[in-house]
């Protein structure tokens, strides 16, 4: 039987110990690109509390920003998170947590939680099990976005997979109400059904 494992945070220590931005988040034209659009999927209001899970070292979450009352960055990597908390001093409205999901999980009722490019470094299991976490506190007008890289890798779950299991979890209550796939990568929306 082949168990797939969550990648564990020693993994994300590793990166950012050897490179400050070791995906290249604040320049490639990729990220870029990908940020623009997760910012256009989003529905055309302002989050009273959000929550961008895998927020890595704050490119997405500075943008993300301007669209929330309230925004919490998650991530395992703390090297990550103050690189994060540095880019986003003068935002007082923002702030971060180390957190490993789904072991972890804030409190707090949110309208939207984002989980860019993190539930394929998740094993199966811990993928239903962050869907369980995020539906238990999601405000009655709540919406997920999942972005997802679609390349080929040895992480647990490919992109796909793991949207579709997310999605499999929150079904019957939770729906996806826009999909967007781009050459390499994916944005799904899950939104109230109605």
Avoid at 14 to 32: K, Q, V
Avoid at 57 to 72: D, E, K, N, Q, W
């Amino acid at each position: 039987m082949n168990v797939r494992a969550s990648v564990p945070p020693a993994y994300f220590d590793g990166l950012y110990a050897r490179a400050a931005d070791p995906w290249g988040f604040s320049t490639s034209a990729y990220e870029r690109d990908k940020y623009a659009a997760t910012l256009r999927a989003l529905p055309a209001r302002r989050f009273r509390d959000a929550v961008e899970v895998g927020c890595s070292i704050g490119v997405l979450t500075r943008r993300l920003a301007a669209r929330c009352h309230r925004l919490l960055g998650v991530d395992v990597a703390e090297t990550a998170l103050a690189r994060a908390r540095e880019s986003c001093a003068d935002l007082s409205h923002v702030a971060f947590r180390r957190m490993q999901v789904p072991r972890e999980w804030p409190d707090g009722r949110f309208d939207l939680v984002l989980f860019s490019e993190v539930l394929y470094f998740l094993s199966p299991q811990d993928i239903r099990g962050v869907a369980a976490a995020a539906l238990a506190t999601r405000a009655a007008d709540g919406v997920f976005l999942l972005v997802n890289w679609t390349g080929r890798g040895d992480n647990p779950c490919s992109g796909d997979e793991a949207a579709q299991l997310f999605t499999e979890a929150c079904a019957g209550t939770l729906r996806v109400s826009a999909a967007l796939r781009a050459p390499q990568y994916r944005l799904d929306l899950l939104t109230p059904p109605g």
